[in-house]
Antibody, heavy 116, light 113 residues
Framework: QVQLVESGGGVVQPGRSLRLSCAASGFTFSTYGMHWVRQAPGKGLEWVALISYDESNKYYADSVKGRFTISRDNSKNTLYLQMNSLRVEDTAIYYC?????????WGQGTTVTVSS | DIVMTQSPDSLAVSLGERATINCKSSQSVLYSSNNKDYLAWYQQKPGQPPKLLIYWASSRESGVPDRFSGSGSGTDFTLTISSLQAEDVAVYYCQQYYSTPYTFGQGTKLEIK
């Protein structure tokens, strides 16, 4: 069965960087686009970024454009989110999700807290 | 950006009764070349990630009970739970995947009356 396991979250000061990872298994990772979606405490879902199956196309929410970079390593079945210049408002649970007519599989999420 | 607006924000329904959640997009999410609406519905229970219920506005995801159904086209969509069960207590989100950014509605919290 499909498994998506996020890691890399933690507590970081404003302005610092963090890299999230999402390890995928149970499906042919290299043939699917992948998303990052976040959820601030007590809030709704916010789409963050999408990467195509071959990394040829990447899309970002305006709120993270220029600060976050989505990437993948298909040889390692792993999705990444490099987050630079972090802000307090980036505090959230970050989920990775598989793209198929929406988002059909999600990880359990990793928590990022940006605080001084 | 396409803005997704759900109504109501919260809803209390008796067990066994029908629950209806609406979602309106600020522009059409119907792709004319394939006549498909790029609209999905998710269910999120406390402490869990979202779960895909409906895609293409009305196609039920595998394993989702048939009491869940989606309808609508263009800019107006509805998620219906025909007979509410206790396990359906959750927050429900619509999402468009017609164009990036793939925006979500603000969510509708469904409770038991």
């Amino acid at each position: 069965q499909v498994q998506l396991v996020e890691s890399g979250g933690g507590v970081v000061q404003p302005g610092r960087s963090l890299r999230l990872s999402c390890a995928a298994s149970g499906f042919t990772f290299s043939t699917y686009g992948m998303h990052w979606v976040r959820q601030a405490p007590g809030k709704g879902l916010e789409w963050v970024a999408l990467i195509s199956y071959d990394e040829s196309n990447k899309y970002y929410a305006d709120s993270v454009k220029g600060r976050f970079t989505i990437s993948r390593d298909n040889s390692k079945n792993t999705l990444y989110l490099q987050m630079n210049s972090l802000r307090v408002e980036d505090t959230a649970i970050y989920y990775c999700a598989k793209h198929r007519d929406g988002m059909d599989d999600w990880g359990q999420g990793t928590t990022v807290t940006v605080s001084s | 950006d396409i803005v997704m607006t759900q109504s109501p924000d919260s809803l209390a329904v008796s067990l066994g009764e029908r629950a209806t959640i609406n979602c309106k997009s600020s522009q059409s999410v119907l792709y004319s070349s394939n006549n498909k609406d790029y609209l999905a519905w998710y269910q999120q229970k406390p402490g869990q990630p979202p779960k895909l219920l409906i895609y293409w506005a009305s196609s039920r995801e595998s394993g989702v009970p048939d009491r869940f159904s989606g309808s609508g086209s263009g800019t107006d969509f509805t998620l219906t739970i025909s007979s509410l069960q206790a396990e359906d207590v959750a927050v429900y989100y619509c999402q468009q995947y017609y164009s990036t950014p793939y925006t979500f509605g603000q969510g509708t919290k469904l409770e038991i009356k």
